[in-house]
């Protein structure tokens, strides 16, 4: 008789690939057989996963249709299986799987797709922060400023892609009222999403805004951010930005 973390070792590893042989002999099934009961975990499995995958991803299946999407979620759930209790902790790595899926080859906004629908999920379940207070900046010597790390709200994601993502964004949202048509040679995205005031929003950046916050979620010291940012832009306008970002709760900390 196996020990007990092994059998649920092996019905994990059933479910997950469709091979019962192992376990079909620790199993007695009344009224049926080992391989039918296991086959019922297995399709109830796949079905959920696949469904929050699609929860996540409705522009994604919009895009491919939802014979193709079935079809990608069931080699995406093969090669990475929940590791969490919550499924909507389930579908990052998605747009990493699409850029290396080879059906998906002729479509290579797809991945930048997928990267903005999963930065909307991520921000609506991100956990709260309080805002930055800012009398705590005053006990900070101005001496040390460039050695401060700010950092940005936990919903905050920021995405770059050489594709139109907002413009193919707005086309796949309930009521869209434009032409139809996306350029997809029209020009990339640089965008922050986020959530403020319970909502989450979606918005542009230009290339010194987006250095600059992208060099403080990665945990660069203020002065290497600004350096990079005004390279980009000499003129960028340091104070006022980063007053804006501190009242919408942007940074935090």
Same mark, same amino acid.
Do not use: C
């Given at each position: 008789?196996?020990?007990?973390?092994?059998?649920?070792?092996?019905?994990?590893?059933?479910?997950?690939?469709?091979?019962?042989?192992?376990?079909?002999?620790?199993?007695?099934?009344?009224?049926?057989?080992?391989?039918?009961?296991?086959?019922?975990?297995?399709?109830?499995?796949?079905?959920?996963?696949?469904?929050?995958?699609?929860?996540?991803?409705?522009?994604?299946?919009?895009?491919?249709?939802?014979?193709?999407?079935?079809?990608?979620?069931?080699?995406?759930?093969?090669?990475?299986?929940?590791?969490?209790?919550?499924?909507?902790?389930? !579908? %990052? @790595? $998605?747009? =990493?799987?699409? &850029? /290396?899926?080879?059906?998906?080859?002729?479509?290579?906004?797809?991945?930048?797709?997928?990267?903005?629908?999963?930065?909307?999920?991520?921000?609506?379940?991100?956990?709260?922060?309080?805002?930055?207070?800012?009398?705590?900046?005053?006990?900070?010597?101005?001496?040390?400023?460039?050695?401060?790390?700010?950092?940005?709200?936990?919903?905050?994601?920021?995405?770059?892609?050489?594709?139109?993502?907002?413009?193919?964004?707005?086309?796949?949202?309930?009521?869209?009222? !434009? %032409? @139809? $048509?996306? =350029?997809?040679? &029209? /020009?990339?995205?640089?965008?922050?999403?986020?959530?403020?005031?319970?909502?989450?929003?979606?918005?542009?950046?230009?290339?010194?805004?987006?250095?600059?916050?992208?060099?403080?979620?990665?945990?660069?010291?203020?002065?290497?951010?600004?350096?990079?940012?005004?390279?980009?832009?000499?003129?960028?306008?340091?104070?006022?930005?980063?007053?804006?970002?501190?009242?919408?709760?942007?940074?935090?900390?």
């Amino acid at each position: 008789m196996p020990a007990l973390r092994d059998l649920q070792l092996n019905f994990v590893e059933a479910v997950l690939s469709g091979k019962f042989d192992a376990l079909v002999g620790s199993i007695h099934a009344l009224g049926s057989t080992p391989e039918r009961r296991l086959g019922i975990y297995r399709n109830n499995t796949i079905s959920n996963l696949r469904g929050a995958l699609r929860e996540v991803y409705p522009i994604i299946e919009q895009l491919v249709g939802a014979e193709f999407f079935s079809g990608a979620a069931k080699e995406f759930i093969a090669a990475h299986p929940s590791t969490s209790g919550d499924l909507n902790d389930y !579908g %990052d @790595g $998605f747009a =990493d799987f699409l &850029a /290396g899926f080879p059906p998906a080859a002729e479509l290579p906004y797809l991945p930048d797709v997928a990267r903005l629908e999963w930065a909307f999920e991520r921000a609506y379940y991100a956990p709260d922060h309080a805002p930055l207070e800012l009398q705590r900046l005053g006990e900070v010597s101005p001496d040390h400023y460039g050695d401060l790390r700010l950092k940005l709200h936990p919903a905050a994601t920021l995405i770059q892609s050489d594709y139109p993502l907002s413009a193919i964004w707005e086309f796949h949202q309930p009521g869209y009222e !434009g %032409d @139809g $048509f996306i =350029d997809l040679n &029209a /020009g990339g995205a640089m965008m922050l999403v986020t959530r403020r005031d319970m909502r989450t929003t979606m918005e542009p950046l230009d290339q010194a805004e987006f250095v600059f916050l992208k060099l403080l979620q990665e945990n660069q010291s203020f002065v290497v951010a600004v350096t990079e940012a005004l390279e980009r832009d000499p003129a960028f306008p340091l104070q006022e930005r980063l007053a804006a970002r501190v009242m919408q709760g942007d940074i935090v900390d």
